[in-house]
């Protein structure tokens, strides 16, 4: 049985459609590379990122998009006062 979570926690964290977007704009990656590195279809990818606020994926797609964008260098901020967004872990040269 598949576990829906709407608040799309891993964790206590939540992934937001506008932060899967903010991700895969810093790594310069389409829809097709989350696609091709997470395992996740494209259409699920769609449904979540035409939305800013939470999604409602599986917790298993939600999982493998945070582990991929992660493993490619991107931290995925909580909503820690400043609003959650995306970022490069470690700094990047110019």
């Known amino acids: ?3 829906n979570v709407n608040s799309q926690s891993v964790g ?5 459609g506008a932060q899967i977007r903010a991700a895969r704009a810093l790594l310069r990656w389409s829809a ?3 696609v091709r590195e997470s395992g996740v279809s494209h259409a699920t990818i769609h449904r979540a ?3 800013n606020g939470k999604t ?3 917790f298993a797609n939600a999982i493998a998009i945070r582990r991929v ?3 490619a260098g991107v931290e ?3 909503e820690n006062g400043g609003g959650p967004g995306a970022r490069f872990r470690k700094r990047v040269s110019d």
């Open 1 to 3: 049985m598949s576990k």
């Open 12 to 16: 206590s964290k939540t992934l937001l």
């Open 32 to 34: 097709a590379d989350l």
């Open 49 to 51: 990122e035409t939305l």
């Open 56 to 58: 409602a994926m599986t």
């Open 69 to 71: 964008l992660e493993a």
């Open 76 to 78: 995925l901020l909580d």
